[in-house]
Structure formats: structure tokens, C-alpha cells
């Protein structure tokens, strides 16, 4: 069977789809979004539009490639939206409660060295937030979603040399936060 | 040969640029590539910390909007039978409504016709003498009078 047929029969089962890609897709959204409510309302957003535009999914990517494309798409959205802007530097003053430092997980590891594994992840999520919505999308899909240029490039809609050049600065970006 | 890798050099081999020139400086300045295995060990670390499951929201149920053929519960086609049934009554209940109407004005009309038949009647009954002799009437009625006023002036 041809790749993009048998790309298309996947979403033949979506109950299966939504199953195996609501992770990739809710961590994305959480990344951008910073905030569990809105990430999980965004990942139940992406599914269902996936849902009924899967008629004119033809393949031409994975169905992970296509169903970030979307997800990227809804953050943009989300991203000029004026009363997100809002809520969000209104969020931005109070205690940020979320913060992927918080999530570390000891593994046996030595306080000092946890206490040093957390200041750094916390380092790059602050960082990550400052970064511009382009390069923290592109960030995120190649450090977190193990996407490669060309898949970014499918689902951000950007050119290969650019989606480079975004996640360059935004690497220079994370390197200087952690060098303060 | 160059000295350390600069801050654009290592974010080239962290997004993966790399030339053979700067492969060959990491494998011999271990400065060098200690400073790539941190940056590289944060980056996994925050990929560890942002992929845990436990950290994720469940997947919620997904519920496949049934296809059309499971619309046809009983509940459903018995409203909708309902529902036509008041539609294609709507009609016909008009209609009568506008024939009942049109026969009540028609009665009105007639009866309307009726009084005034029956008054121009009555007022002609009421009359002693025929219309047609009412000159007549009117002339004995002046000579009576004359007559009488002749009488008294005598």
C-alpha cells in the first residue's frame, strides 16, 4: 500500500489517532500556552478540526505532522487574540504556578544535583517564554517533538533555511538565559 | 585551527550544523565539549520534564459523531412526524379559518341588507296615505286649514 493511502486509513480509526497523538499535541499547546485549561481546551480544538477536515487529509505528510500543523495554527490564532494578551500578562504578574522545573522527577539523583537539573530546566522554560511565538514553535518541535527541519517546515508552514534560522536564535536566545 | 568554539558555533552544533571543521576542534578540546554536553544535557533534561505522562492531561473520550443512519431513534422519528404533521396542518387550518371568516361577513352583509330593507318598509307602512297620493294629502290638509282660519275670521 502507498504511504500516503496507508497514512489516510490511519484516520479511519480517530478514536486510536486521538489516543496516541493527544500527548504530543496537549504538551505543545501546554508549552505555548502555558496554562493547563487553555492547552487542553486548544488539544480538544485541534482533534475535532482534525475530525472534520480528515476528508481532505491526503497523506502528504504523517498524520503527527498534520495534526501539529493545525495545532501551531491554533496557537497563532490564540497568540493575537486580544483578550488572551490580556489574561495573559494579567497571569504574568501573579505566581507562575506552572513551569516545567516542577515536573523534574529525582530518579535517584543527589539533592545538589536536583536542586541544579531544576534551576536549568527552569532557565530554559523562562527562556522559552520570551523567545518570539515562531521560534518557541520551532523550539519546541525539534527539542521536544523530536521533529525534523523538514517536518517543522510542513507544519509551520516555513521554509527550511527559515525554520533554521529560528531555531538558531532561539538556541543563542536559551544560551544566554542560561548563562546569566 | 581555531581556539574554542564561539557562542554562534555552539548553537550551529546544537541545532545540528555541523562541519567537519568544528567536529574535529570538540573531539580535541574536551573545554569545548563539555560545554555542548550541558546545554545538550538541559535540553534533554527539559524534554524529559515536558514529555513525563504524568504531567499531561488525560486524553479525553472521543466520541465519534454517530452516522446518520442512528439518527432514526423512535423518540426522534415520532417528533419529527409530530412536528410535519403541525407543519402541513397549518395550511388547511388557514384556509378554513379564512372560508368561516368570509361566510361571517357575507351574514353580516346580508343581515345589514335585511334591516334596510325592513326599515324603508316599516317607514312606508307607517305612512298613512300611499307616497303616490301624498299631494293629494297635502292639499286638504292646506284647505282644512284655510277653511278653519276663514271660519275664525268670520
Known sequence: MAP????????DDFESVVRLYWPKVFRFALASLRDRHAAESLAQDCFWRAYRSRDSFRGEASVATWLMQIAVNLVR??????????????RQTAVDATSAAAWIRDRGASPEDSALIRERVEAVWKATSNLSERQRTVFLLRFVEDMDLLEIAAATGLKEGTVKIHLFRAVQAIRERMAK | MIEHLSAEQISQWVI????????????ECAACRG?????????????????????????????????????????RVVLTATALAALLAMPISWRVRTHEQALREQAVRAAQADAQLLESVDSEISQAVPETMQPLVTLATWNSSSAKQHQKAQ
Open chain 1, 77 to 90: 490564532d490564540r497568540a493575537r487574540d486580544r483578550r488572551w494578551q490580556f489574561w495573559k500578562r494579567a
Open chain 2, 35 to 75: 560545554e555542548l554536553a550541558q546545554i545538550e544535557s538541559t535540553i534533554s533534561q527539559f524534554r524529559t520534564a515536558m514529555r513525563d505522562p504524568a504531567n499531561l492531561a488525560p486524553a479525553p473520550e472521543w466520541r465519534i459523531p454517530a452516522p446518520f443512519a442512528s439518527w432514526f431513534t423512535w423518540p
Open chain 2, 16 to 27: 545540528g550544523e555541523r562541519t567537519a571543521q568544528l567536529e574535529e576542534h570538540v573531539e
Open chain 1, 4 to 11: 500516503a493511502v496507508e497514512r489516510s486509513r490511519e484516520l
